[in-house]
């Protein structure tokens, strides 16, 4: 049976209909199979049937569902005939193993740096920074909206017209000749808003993994700060651990790679 947990501050019939949407494209409801009735989901979800109408209007108003009056509700047939793979790894990865990607910039220009930037670039607060708003395709489908803050000295020579081609990073080093040493990245699960809906192709307030990371040099100064908002549905962050044990420590040690000793 399914069920599913209240959110507060997000409509009942979107909570119905993102339930419901999630386990068909999951494939827990497989292309043709029949959903429960409207009465039997009222039960499941504790919520009117009017709540729960609402919900399959949308559901069938975006092709994924079939309602077949006296036989009930049934998911359509090419439900997750265009479902997109999930993807892992960062745009050079993509890049390396043949996948088309393209990144459209959206908005390129100066910026104040507010009071969080100032403090991450270490620098004045309303100093001038380079922005660059981007959505990245792959294999021309929607993949991520990336928004990149960069030091004045260091965006003024990057060419725009290079931005939808090639790694940000990779010009940073290349073009303004700064070599990256490091990076910081945060993951956190945010909710999509209307311009982020609208961008992804996905449902507003649906889930985002949201990345925040920083790139520093080898003298620890911050050349790309960037918060990068993925389709949860389309990109998963594989990392590799290895077990490590001495006399004072028992804990997890992250490694780019794991290499097997054995057969």
């Given amino acids: 049976m399914i069920t599913r947990a209240r959110s507060k ?46 919900a399959l209007q949308i559901l069938e108003d975006e092709g994924l569902i079939v309602r077949v009056k006296g036989k009930g509700t049934f998911v359509a047939k090419d439900a997750v005939a265009d479902e997109s793979p999930v993807l892992s790894g960062y745009i050079e990865d993509f890049l390396r193993v043949g996948l088309s990607t393209k990144a459209k ?37 929607p993949f991520s909206v990336i928004e990149n803050y960069l030091p004045y000295g260091v965006g003024i020579l990057i060419p725009l017209a290079l931005i939808e081609d090639e790694p940000l990073m990779q010009l940073i080093e290349n073009w303004a000749g700064i070599p990256i040493d490091w990076a910081s990245q945060v993951f956190q699960a945010v909710s999509a808003d209307p311009d982020l809906a609208h961008l992804l192709d996905i ?39 290895r077990r490590r044990r001495t006399s004072d420590y028992l804990g997890w040690t992250p490694v780019d790679r794991i290499h097997p000793t054995g057969p």
């Fill in 9 to 54: 501050g997000i409509p009942l019939y979107y909570q119905v209909m993102r339930s419901l949407k999630e386990d068909i494209l999951s494939g827990r409801f497989a292309p043709e199979a029949q959903l429960p009735s409207e009465a039997e989901l009222t039960q499941i979800f504790k919520v009117s049937r009017v709540v729960v109408r609402q």
């Fill in 203 to 241: 449902d507003p307030m649906a889930p985002v993994l949201k990345m925040t990371l920083s790139a520093h040099t080898a003298e620890d100064q911050v050349v790309n700060h960037a918060n990068v908002y993925y389709r949860s549905d389309r990109y998963n962050h594989h990392g590799f651990l």
């Fill in 105 to 141: 910039v959206l908005h390129f220009g100066l910026v104040r740096a507010s009071p969080d930037l100032a403090s991450v670039f270490k620098v004045d607060e309303g100093t001038d920074l380079f922005y660059v708003k981007r959505l990245r395709l792959v294999e021309g489908k």
